[in-house]
T-cell receptor, first 111, second 111 residues
């Protein structure tokens, strides 16, 4: 599975959009991009995933560049409860694909 | 909603004991995973199963084994518990290409 690179930490003001970048320059054509987050002392929570097109759900939006070498997770109106570690993962679209977590980005939402 | 249930939230075992951590999912997912999480080391994959009786080693399989006799249940076994296996253990299940869903975690202390 391709590796990902994320900044170790970011700050965001409450109510503003949080844009979390992820680099996955070695991604293969059959690999999806997934985003998870982990709030302290809880198990990771799935947020969103995509292959080529931009995706949106009730939690966030995922923007994938046309060459698929990077992506951005957007939390449109960050709240204090969005303070967490955010993980960007790429994984093959087959049942034998492992799910490997990197170090993620610690997002601190400030009042 | 997908439910991934781990048998214990907290567990204390003695060095040398054989320890079983159980995980059950209710969504007929093909894939199941076991991770451990330690401060500063992030989430590390121990073992992964992509079907009944099928397993693959993750990044840190030493000292652990797994069993998947039924699709819904994935067990992690510590053959002879040691103090360096004190950790938070997290189970997850997924169905490609959907995201993975995690249990609440088991905090294991080996004394």
């Amino acid at each position: 599975d391709a590796k990902t690179t994320q900044p170790p930490s970011m700050d965001c003001a409450e109510g503003r959009a949080a844009n979390l970048p992820c680099n996955h320059s070695t991604i293969s054509g059959n690999e999806y991009v997934y985003w998870y987050r982990q709030i302290h002392s809880q198990g990771p929570q799935y947020i969103i995933h995509g292959l080529k097109n931009n995706e949106t759900n009730e939690m966030a939006s995922l923007i994938i560049t046309e060459d698929r070498k990077s992506s951005t997770l957007i939390l449109p109106h960050a709240t204090l409860r969005d303070t967490a570690v955010y993980y960007c993962i790429v994984r093959v679209s087959s049942n034998t694909g492992k799910l490997i977590f990197g170090q993620g980005t610690t997002l601190q939402v400030k009042p | 909603d997908v439910k991934v249930t781990q048998s214990s939230r907290y567990l204390v075992k003695r060095t040398g004991e054989k320890v079983f951590l159980e995980c059950v999912q209710d969504m007929d997912h093909e894939n199941m995973f076991w991770y451990r999480q330690d401060p500063g080391l992030g989430l590390r994959l121990i073992y992964f199963s992509y079907d009944v009786k099928m397993k693959e080693k993750g990044d840190i399989p030493e000292g652990y084994s797994v069993s998947r006799e039924k699709k819904e249940r994935f067990s992690l076994i510590l053959e002879s518990a040691s103090t360096n296996q004190t950790s938070m253990y997290l189970c997850a299940s997924s169905y490609i290409p959907q995201g993975a869903f995690f249990g609440q975690g088991t905090r294991l202390t080996v004394v």
